[in-house]
């Protein structure tokens, strides 16, 4: 059996394929996918959410989550976040937005399908390696350099996919995104 934010991941997964909500799930879940894993209480998804599935959307988790049109609406409007929360384990999700940015839009065109941690067989949507070590570099950054908890996920993706990263790929987009001194500081500090 999946543990409960995982449980939860699925449940989310499924209802955004049935309204055809395109979604990544990035945080320390896909973290935990594609590098060392570590717990979790909540869960973090990007979606394409637009305002003409906000009611479906909210109707679909009804049952056993709280979830706010209304929110979800403002988040859309701000290019921000809303958060849905599962009554049964009163475990959150933060659903992020997609910005319509060129870095966001080759996140979700380089999304993996993996296999969510677990033994069922189900898949998730995960951002890339890549992309997650680009996404905690700017957490990391915007926390002031001082979160602990990026920079170790940061060095457990770099550990754990090693030769198999697009370095290319992982230097362009630091570039673009100002993040080339974390990057080269990342890289030294893995090998």
Request: proline share 3%.
């Amino acid at each position: 059996m999946l543990p409960e934010p995982l449980q939860v991941v699925q449940r989310l997964i499924q209802t955004f394929e049935a309204l055809e909500i395109a979604y990544l799930v990035g945080g320390s879940v896909a973290s935990s996918v594609v590098g060392v894993e570590r717990a979790t209480q909540d869960v973090d998804f990007v979606v394409a959410l637009a305002e003409s599935n906000v009611d479906a959307l909210a109707a679909a988790l009804a049952d056993d989550f709280y979830a706010d049109a209304e929110l979800l609406r403002e988040a859309i409007r701000h290019g921000s976040s809303a958060n849905v929360i599962h009554l049964p384990t009163m475990i959150k999700a933060d659903l992020f937005i997609l910005p319509d940015t060129p870095f966001a839009q080759s996140q979700l065109q380089r999304r993996l399908q993996l296999p969510l941690l677990g033994e069922d067989g189900s898949l998730v949507c995960v951002t890339s390696a890549e992309d997650m070590i680009l996404q905690k570099l700017r957490w990391f950054r915007l926390t002031g350099e001082c979160s602990e908890k990026q920079w170790g996920d940061v060095q457990g993706i770099f550990r754990i996919q090693g030769a198999a990263l697009d370095q290319s790929y992982l230097t362009d987009w630091a570039q673009e995104l100002a993040l080339s001194d974390l990057l080269e500081k990342a890289r030294e500090e893995s090998c």
